[in-house]
Nanobody
Framework: VQLQASGGGLVQSGGSLRLSCSAS????????MGWYRQAPGNQRELVAT???????NYADSVKGRFTISRLNAKNTVYLQMNNLKPEDTAVYYC???????????????WGKGTQVTVSS
């Protein structure tokens, strides 16, 4: 089971990017999916999470600018980032709680990060 993220890049302040992350492998079900980010010298921090039923949580720093969504049929989570600021520059990681086929408990899976750089 793995998570594959895409969509990072370089954008000017005020611009937009859309990240996507898909889970693949021997999956029975996917619970909470989310995005985290880590800037140089900082700890990894929560950006947003979404449950399988659509319950959403955002970090205060991104409320009103970022939108998380998911497509359960494709085990995919998205992060639409608008009005980006230089302080949003970080490596963004997707995360999911995944129950593998044949198991009855979930495993916390992390994808490889994707770089988002916002220039001023």
């Amino acid at each position: 089971v793995q998570l594959q993220a895409s969509g990072g890049g370089l954008v000017q302040s005020g611009g937009s990017l859309r990240l996507s992350c898909s889970a693949s492998g021997s999956i029975f079900s996917v619970g909470v999916m989310g995005w985290y980010r880590q800037a140089p010298g900082n700890q990894r921090e929560l950006v947003a999470t979404i449950t399988s039923s659509g319950g959403i949580n955002y970090a205060d720093s991104v409320k009103g600018r970022f939108t998380i969504s998911r497509l359960n049929a494709k085990n995919t989570v998205y992060l639409q980032m608008n009005n980006l600021k230089p302080e949003d520059t970080a490596v963004y990681y997707c995360n999911a709680d995944i129950i593998r086929v044949g198991l009855y408990y979930g495993t916390d899976i992390w994808g490889k990060g994707t770089q988002v750089t916002v220039s001023s």
